[in-house]
């Protein structure tokens, strides 16, 4: 499978824990992403990576989220201290950069749920 | 600040009838569209998208959208509904190209009976 993989498929936390999720791209990617995505919403864009540089945070990402990729293939999200309002499925995707050709490719996300 | 607005979070159509999924944008420049379809289970998976040149696009799977500006407009289209159409659609604009800057719409999902 050649696809971009995320792990878990689903992680279910308890409030004021911290959770960690993370995202392999397709391996001749260089660039990663993160969204957001809640019920009843699109995606909602978190991050981006171009190969181990962290280019571009939102707003969205609070200073209790971190994302990491060391060695630009990779990448890991973290949350701490969770909170109810975190519950939302995480989506990673990856690409191979053309300004006018640039196409994401997505995993499957990661379907968080804080009690 | 660019923005998506789709019509109807919901779309019923029969199959073998038109699809028909309205997206309006605002954007301060030229515009960057696309479409993304989202099945079950799955991750999203991009249709079809409109840079410059031909403001009709033809995408995957029989789909295609007729960039026009005058109406602020970027509908997707299907002649004949499948079984197999079933899923989420989301609308996205970008201002600069780039995907960090996608903008996305809250979705329709459209459902097809027989």
């Known amino acids: 499978d050649t696809g971009v993989s995320q792990n878990p498929r689903h992680k279910i936390t308890k409030r004021g824990q911290n959770v960690t999720f993370r995202c392999d791209p397709i391996s001749e990617h260089n660039r990663l992403y993160w969204y957001r995505q809640t019920l009843g919403q699109g995606p909602e864009f978190l991050t981006y990576?171009?190969?181990?540089?962290?280019?571009?945070k939102s707003r969205l990402l609070s200073d209790r989220f971190s994302a990491e990729r060391p060695k630009g293939s990779f990448s890991t999200l973290e949350i701490q201290r969770t909170e109810q309002g975190d519950s939302a499925m995480y989506l990673c995707?990856?690409?191979?950069?053309?300004?006018?050709?640039?196409?994401?490719?997505f995993g499957s996300g990661t379907q968080l749920s804080v009690l | 600040a660019q923005s998506v607005t789709q019509l109807g979070s919901h779309v019923s159509v029969s199959e073998g009838a038109l699809v028909l999924l309205r997206c309006n944008y605002s954007?301060?420049?030229?515009?960057?569209l696309f479409w993304y379809v989202q099945y079950p289970n799955q991750g999203l998976q991009l249709l079809l998208k409109y840079t410059t040149g031909a403001t009709l696009v033809k995408g995957i799977n029989g789909f295609e959208a007729e960039f026009k500006k005058s109406e602020t407009s970027f509908h997707l289209t299907k002649p004949s509904a499948h079984m197999s159409d079933a899923a989420e659609y989301f609308c996205a604009v970008s201002e600069t190209g780039t995907a960090s800057k996608l903008t996305f719409g809250t979705g329709t999902r459209l459902q097809v009976t027989l």
């Open positions: 990576f171009q190969n181990e540089a962290q280019l571009e």
């Open positions: 995707a990856s690409s191979f950069p053309g300004i006018l050709n640039e196409k994401l490719f």
């Open positions: 954007s301060s420049v030229p515009p960057y």
